[in-house]
Nanobody
Framework: QVQLVESGGGSVQAGGSLRLSCAAS????????LGWFRQAPGREREGVAV????????AYADSVKGRFTISRDNAKNTMYLQMNSLKPEDTAMYYC????????????????????WGQGTQVTVSS
């Protein structure tokens, strides 16, 4: 059973930074995607960033490119999302997700590529 536990959310002013962590356990092998998704009130959940364990390849939503960085510490089985230059529109519940990699890299930011989800951590950015 894959388990994911997020931490690191909070409140910050626009222009500030936060780092989210996701402790992952229960999976075997490296053919997994680890991703960050977010959902703001009244909006659909959207993919933010993803990393492929086997190769370290990453993908980002256009809205966060250049501001957010996803990384992973293999020794700690922990994934991170460094968020810089935060904007009020980044306010959302952020979720960690894991899933086996599929044949199309173009689908890695879609919810359907993931089978396991954390409980979420709230990020609030004030103007």
């Amino acid at each position: 059973q894959v388990q994911l536990v997020e931490s690191g959310g909070g409140s910050v002013q626009a222009g500030g930074s936060l780092r989210l962590s996701c402790a992952a356990s229960g999976y075997t092998g490296s053919s997994y995607l680890l991703g960050w998704f977010r959902q703001a009130p009244g909006r659909e959940r959207e993919g933010v960033a993803v990393i492929y364990i086997a190769t370290g390849s990453t993908a980002y939503a256009d809205s966060v490119k250049g501001r957010f960085t996803i990384s992973r510490d293999n020794a700690k089985n922990t994934m991170y999302l460094q968020m810089n230059s935060l904007k009020p529109e980044d306010t959302a519940m952020y979720y960690c997700a894991a899933g086996r990699v599929g044949p199309e890299w173009s689908s890695v930011l879609r919810e359907g590529s993931y089978s396991y989800w954390g409980q979420g951590t709230q990020v609030t950015v004030s103007s």
